[in-house]
């Protein structure tokens, strides 16, 4: 069973790496598919025509489902460029100002919505995130219909690209690194969905003359919103937003998984209320937040979940009670051994009592917190009564005057 876990982030990790590579493979797939769109059928172009509305749709009914107010004004930019385009397809002139306007607007839009705070939709901030892209669409269509034809110009072929002005181009490559550097430091997913949807749009405006490809490769942006947000609902679902680590629901699913031989800790920040109390919640976040990394970053065959509050629990699959002891003797260490430094408005005027027993100076606290631990044995048979035992044992650790480990 010790390899039961092992498994188990093997393939936590797998699911991360594969969801990475799905806006990737869905680029492969639009270039292959477009790279076909020659021998289709009437049939198969009406479909790949009609087909952007119907997943743009969904896209947004997601979005609005999920409230995630990035993703849903994504879609109704990129719907509405697209559209726009359709428009201006009838004259080359049009057709021209439309890529040069939308193809500077979408590296620009793409990075605000990357760091705009998520405040819903349907509120004074989605309706002020509305009215700016309704006044850029506005201004494209505007540009797009007063624009005459050049009788001097030649027709585009359907054998040549679409050129895209040079500061689009600037654009688009300055958003790719500045998306990149920030997902290389944070790994945030959506900023992997973000550079890939720049690649596409960069794509498809090279053949915004060509129908059923520039629907192809909009199919592609819209897809890659859908995927986005399946993940989305995933990691609400089993991940804790605020810490990031497993959420109470993973935590109950996992013990329908444990082998014969387990432990579970039950960890508790000291003084909590305290910190909220004296310093404001924004504070306490950052501490859970700490406390949180230190749990995950444990490497001994353990999964950490936040179970609650300022609580959190720790399995142990395969591993005995006395090896899981020294374990967490060293958590409990290097907790009280890093010093939470506030740098925060909200610290203070005076310098409060001592939180854990260990404060030193103004600006800074020392957190520390109690651990109980228990194991599977004959007499405690089943998770929960496991979970009990340890609960008693974080009791016992809180009531000797915190700051260590019971079993």
């Known amino acids: 069973m010790s390899m039961d876990l092992s498994i188990e982030r093997n393939g936590e990790c797998m699911r991360k790496l594969t969801t990475g590579l799905i806006p990737f493979a869905v680029i492969l797939l639009a270039w292959f598919t477009a790279s076909k769109a020659a021998s289709f059928n009437d049939a198969v172009n009406s479909v790949m025509l009609i087909l952007p509305f119907v997943i743009a749709v969904l896209a947004l009914f997601m979005s609005i489902w999920y409230k995630n107010s990035r993703f849903f004004f994504l879609t109704v930019f990129m719907l509405i460029s697209y559209i726009v385009l ?16 939308i193809s500077i607007l979408i590296p620009i839009n793409l990075v605000w919505l990357a760091f705009i705070s998520e405040r819903g939709i349907i509120t004074g ?7 700016l892209i309704g006044i850029q669409l506005a201004w494209v269509l505007v540009s797009v219909l007063g624009k005459s034809e050049d009788p001097a110009a030649g027709m585009l072929s359907p054998d040549q690209a679409m050129s895209i002005p040079a500061p689009a181009i600037i654009l688009y490559i300055l958003a790719i690194a500045f998306l990149l550097i920030n997902y290389i430091l944070k790994g945030q997913y959506i900023f992997v969905v973000f550079i890939s949807i720049l690649i596409t749009t960069y794509i498809s405006l090279h053949f915004a003359h060509r129908p059923v490809i520039l629907a192809i490769f909009t199919n592609s942006v819209f897809i890659m919103v859908v995927s986005a947000l399946f993940e989305v609902s995933y990691s609400l679902a089993f991940y804790d937003t605020l810490t990031g680590v ?23 920040i000291d003084h909590f209320k305290r910190v909220n109390d004296l310093y404001g919640h924004d504070i306490g976040d950052e501490v859970l937040k700490m406390v949180a990394s230190i749990l995950n ?17 720790i399995i142990f699959q395969g591993q005995r009670i006395s090896d899981v002891m020294t374990v967490l003797e060293r958590v409990r260490a290097e907790v009280e ?48 009564d496991v979970i009990k035992r340890a609960d008693e044992a974080l009791y016992r650790a809180k009531s000797s005057g915190r700051n260590r480990v019971s079993k």
Not at 88 to 97: I, R, S
Not at 257 to 264: A, P
């Open 125 to 131: 901030y989605g309706a002020n995130k509305a009215i």
């Open 337 to 384: 051994q890093r010093p939470f430094v506030i740098r925060s408005e909200n610290r203070p005027q005076e310098k409060p009592e001592n939180i854990t027993g260990s404060s030193k100076g103004r600006g800074r606290i020392n957190i520390t917190v109690s651990i109980g631990v228990a194991q599977k044995t004959e007499s405690l048979k089943t998770p929960p």
């Open 246 to 268: 497993l959420s109470r629901r993973a935590f109950e699913q996992e013990l329908d998984k444990l082998g014969k031989q387990y432990c579970i800790a039950m960890v508790d």
């Open 297 to 313: 970053r444990i490497s001994y065959k353990a999964r950490t979940f936040r179970y609650g509050g300022e609580e959190f629990a």
């Open 86 to 101: 359709k428009i201006a397809a009838a004259k080359e002139a049009m057709l021209m100002e439309a890529v040069t306007a």
